[in-house]
């Protein structure tokens, strides 16, 4: 597998697929109609046509994953994964941005020993246990002693859209959801 097509939300079909009933008549149906197209990738069916048995790893960095598999996929900004019936779907929120439309699988470099657990039993207790470090690093040049002030650069030009908001939503996984908590 060298590539993943990447499937786009709200496009229309280009071509008529025998039985495709029209989007505006699916509530009088009550039959549901897909808002995203399929995929015609076959890249993961064998040579003689027949699917083949994978499984995904989703990880926000590839190190959590290096000791499972070595080939991954790297989401772009506006990107959606989606895994259904073990098939992958890449959606993209934006149809003309003009990156490309095809994923490709890359090779990691990086080995297990690199990474390097230490004397913890998984990745997520290291990340606990270095929080504190972590946050030294993220604040670094980024508070004033002197004035009592800390600036988070690249913000303020999105303040005036920040102050208007009524509610702001994070989406995370893992360590970074319970910092969204926090």
Same mark, same amino acid.
């Given at each position: 597998?060298?590539?993943?097509?990447?499937?786009?939300?709200?496009?229309?079909?280009?071509?008529?697929?025998?039985?495709? !009933? @029209?989007?505006?008549?699916?509530?009088?149906?009550?039959?549901?109609?897909?808002?995203?197209?399929?995929?015609? &990738?076959?890249?993961? !069916? &064998?040579? @003689?046509?027949?699917?083949?048995?994978?499984?995904?790893?989703?990880?926000?960095?590839? &190190?959590?994953?290096?000791?499972?598999?070595?080939?991954?996929?790297?989401?772009?900004? @506006?990107?959606?994964?989606?895994?259904?019936?073990?098939?992958?779907?890449?959606?993209?929120?934006?149809?003309? @941005?003009?990156?490309?439309?095809?994923?490709?699988?890359?090779?990691?470099?990086?080995?297990?020993?690199?990474?390097?657990?230490?004397?913890?039993?998984?990745?997520?207790?290291?990340?606990?246990?270095?929080?504190?470090?972590?946050?030294?690093?993220?604040?670094?040049?980024?508070?004033?002693?002197?004035?009592?002030?800390?600036?988070?650069?690249?913000?303020?030009?999105?303040?005036?859209?920040?102050?208007?908001?009524?509610?702001?939503?994070?989406?995370?996984?893992?360590? &970074?959801?319970?910092?969204? !908590?926090?």
């Amino acid at each position: 597998v060298d590539f993943v097509d990447v499937e786009f939300g709200g496009i229309a079909e280009e071509r008529e697929i025998p039985g495709q !009933l @029209d989007a505006a008549a699916a509530p009088l149906t009550g039959l549901e109609v897909p808002k995203l197209r399929r995929s015609e &990738s076959r890249a993961f !069916l &064998s040579e @003689d046509g027949l699917p083949q048995q994978i499984e995904y790893f989703l990880a926000s960095d590839p &190190s959590a994953v290096v000791e499972h598999t070595k080939t991954v996929l790297y989401l772009l900004d @506006d990107d959606i994964a989606n895994i259904r019936e073990g098939e992958l779907r890449i959606h993209r929120l934006r149809r003309d @941005d003009g990156i490309s439309s095809i994923r490709s699988i890359q090779t990691l470099e990086i080995e297990l020993a690199e990474i390097m657990k230490g004397s913890f039993d998984h990745f997520m207790q290291k990340e606990i246990y270095e929080q504190p470090e972590s946050v030294v690093n993220t604040m670094r040049g980024r508070v004033n002693f002197d004035s009592h002030k800390i600036t988070l650069g690249g913000l303020k030009t999105y303040l005036p859209t920040i102050r208007r908001c009524r509610r702001i939503v994070f989406i995370a996984c893992g360590t &970074s959801y319970h910092s969204a !908590l926090a």
